[in-house]
């Protein structure tokens, strides 16, 4: 169950987080990943840690459509028709209302939201996915969900994208792709994480940490749903979005 073997998943925001993670567990599982971020070189510390060799990376501005689109047609000539992409590239800004700006909004809709829906316009297009069918993941955040203070600007981005996942959801079914989108809790050890964490205090941290009942979240959780949503067994999951985040929103 849930073998992803020989499918071919396109992974953003792959150099590092929950997206590293996501491209070493979809590897483990049988998937060839097309890597794509800025940082060439976290790229390839990302794929020296994946499992097989018919990988490719794609050092690239993710809210570029023209070369995503020329990645995406190099990377299908070379290994096929694609299977699933994962949406992991994000950015967040903790401000109070009174800093935040346009330009700041502009920022995280561009490639929290819109990066990813580019993606997938782009991913869907008949010379590109595989018409057997195919799953697209976009991934979002409780903030998405439950509202904070300082942080409109991200939880606003976040929102979009459930609330375009259910759209895409069913304008795409009648290509039979299914798109959803998962929603973490805190999740430990990634780069956005340690940047917020850094300038708040060990009481905070522990604090914060008894807000969620089982703890917080650890990349491979998010990529074993992630492996779950993309393989065969979830063939009629669609439009969802998975909330993964300790029982913090139970509450």
């Not at 794609?58 to 070379?78: K, M």
Request: charged share 20%.
């Amino acid at each position: 169950m849930f073998s992803l073997k020989n499918k071919v998943i396109v992974i953003s925001g792959a150099s590092s987080g929950i997206g590293r993670q996501c491209a070493i567990s979809c590897s483990k599982h049988g998937a060839k990943i097309i890597l794509l971020a800025r940082n060439k070189i976290n790229l390839t510390d990302t794929l020296d840690n994946l499992t097989g060799k018919d990988h490719l990376i794609f050092a690239l501005d993710i809210q570029d459509s023209i070369e995503i689109e020329n990645s995406i047609r190099q990377a299908t000539s070379q290994l096929g028709l694609i299977d699933g992409f994962i949406h992991c590239a994000g950015i967040q800004n903790t401000l109070p209302l009174r800093l935040h700006t346009p330009e700041i909004y502009n920022n995280q809709f561009s490639i929290n939201a819109i990066a990813g829906f580019e993606t997938c316009r782009i991913i869907s297009k008949p010379e590109y996915i595989n018409p057997i069918g195919a799953s697209f993941i976009l991934i979002s955040s409780i903030r998405g969900v439950l509202g904070i203070s300082n942080q409109v600007g991200y939880s606003a981005s976040k929102g979009a994208v459930i609330s375009g996942v259910r759209s895409l959801a069913i304008e795409l079914a009648k290509k039979n792709i299914r798109v959803n989108s998962i929603s973490p809790g805190i999740v430990e050890d990634t780069k956005m994480t340690n940047s917020i964490i850094k300038h708040l205090s060990q009481e905070w941290s522990e604090k914060n940490k008894l807000e969620y009942p089982l703890g917080w979240i650890n990349t491979s959780d998010i990529a074993n749903a992630c492996i779950y949503l993309l393989s065969d067994e979830a063939s009629k999951i669609t439009g969802i979005n998975l909330v993964i985040d300790g029982g913090y929103s139970a509450k």
